[in-house]
Nanobody, 123 residues
């Protein structure tokens, strides 16, 4: 069984930074494309960023230039570095794994999900 566990969320002031981590266990991490999503109260789940098996990345328009995702296959971990945080970045952040080569931007195309970690940005 594949398990994803996020960590690193918390409360930060606007303009600050956080780094989220997601550890994957249960199968070969390098065989998955990984994605990051977020969901704020009353809103749909939003694509934040994705990373392919080979390390290629893409980002949602609202976070381009501020967020960066990376992966360490030796540690079975994917990261989301979030800089220049804004109050509108406040949400629960989820990592997800897709048994594909390339990342996907649609939540339904991911096979496994973490439990989420809360990020709150104060103004």
């Amino acid at each position: 069984q594949v398990q994803l566990v996020e960590s690193g969320g918390g409360l930060v002031q606007a303009g600050g930074s956080l780094r989220l981590s997601c550890v994957v266990s249960g199968r070969t991490f390098s065989s998955y494309a990984m994605g990051w999503f977020r969901q704020a109260p009353g809103k749909e789940r939003e694509f934040v960023g994705g990373i392919s098996r080979s390390g290629g990345t893409t980002y949602g328009d609202s976070v381009k230039g501020r967020f960066t995702t990376s992966r360490d296959n030796a540690k079975n971990t994917v990261y989301l570095q979030m800089n220049s945080l804004k109050p509108e970045d406040t949400a629960i952040y989820y990592c997800a794994a897709a048994n594909t080569y390339y990342y996907r931007t649609t939540p339904a195309l991911y096979d496994y999900w973490g439990q989420g970690t809360q990020v709150t940005v104060s103004s």
